[in-house]
T-cell receptor, first 111, second 113 residues
Framework: KQEVTQIPAALSVPEGENLVLNCSFT??????LQWFRQDPGKGLTSLLL?????REQTSGRLNASLDKSSGRSTLYIAASQPGDSATYLC??????????FGAGTTVTVRA | EAQVTQNPRYLITVTGKKLTVTCSQN?????MSWYRQDPGLGLRQIYY???????DKGDVPEGYKVSRKEKRNFPLILESPSPNQTSLYFC????????????FGPGTRLTVL
């Protein structure tokens, strides 16, 4: 069974600092890995999707890397802003429409 | 606008009273699923559907039913809700089961007393 772990569970940084969020998974046979953002009481917003054949994806200040062989992904958020405060979830897709989620990292960016 | 909608957004009910949470997507996606989110446990898949009339169990299907009679709709049914089904529920859809981005609905917060 796929196990997805996100460390740390919570993170607090001053505005302007770069954020590094980690995700690890136990089964490397994945189709893709997706990073989501969740605001309190809200749904999930997809940030980046990395296919299994890719090493990284970038969107604006966000960059996500994938090392499938070691079962790791890292989400980098450059020059953090208070608006980046949210919970970030990673999810890996395996098998037939099977998506496994980590418990998330809650980020607070202090102004 | 491409979206997944859920109704109701909030629901408080009592043990044993049957309820249905609706989910609809306007993107003509084949694949839809339901998740529940609980503190410390992350999101867990309840049921999924690969197309009309094709559904299968996820990780935590006990106490839930689903149906897929139309491509756009995928309701979640709780025949006899219990307090341990108090949770935040999300519906999701995507077109390609292996490569596509998942689109999530806004969530339904259910409280069973």
């Amino acid at each position: 069974k796929q196990e997805v772990t996100q460390i740390p569970a919570a993170l607090s940084v001053p505005e302007g600092e770069n954020l590094v969020l980690n995700c690890s998974f136990t089964d490397s046979a994945i189709y893709n890995l997706q990073w989501f953002r969740q605001d309190p009481g809200k749904g999930l917003t997809s940030l980046l999707l990395i296919q299994s054949s890719q090493r990284e994806q970038t969107s604006g200040r966000l960059n996500a890397s994938l090392d499938k062989s070691s079962g790791r992904s890292t989400l980098y958020i450059a020059a953090s802003q208070p608006g980046d405060s949210a919970t970030y979830l990673c999810a890996v897709k395996t098998g037939d429409y099977k998506l496994s989620f980590g418990a998330g990292t809650t980020v607070t960016v202090r102004a | 606008e491409a979206q997944v909608t859920q109704n109701p957004r909030y629901l408080i009910t009592v043990t044993g009273k049957k309820l249905t949470v609706t989910c609809s997507q306007n993107m003509n996606h084949e694949y839809m699923s339901w998740y529940r989110q609980d503190p410390g446990l992350g999101l867990r898949q309840i049921y999924y559907s690969m197309n009309v009339e094709v559904t299968d169990k996820g990780d935590v299907p006990e106490g839930y039913k689903v149906s897929r009679k139309e491509k756009r709709n995928f309701p979640l049914i709780l025949e006899s809700p219990s307090p341990n089904q108090t949770s935040l529920y999300f519906c999701a859809s995507c077109q390609d089961r292996t490569t596509d981005t998942q689109y999530f609905g806004p969530g339904t917060r259910l409280t069973v007393l």
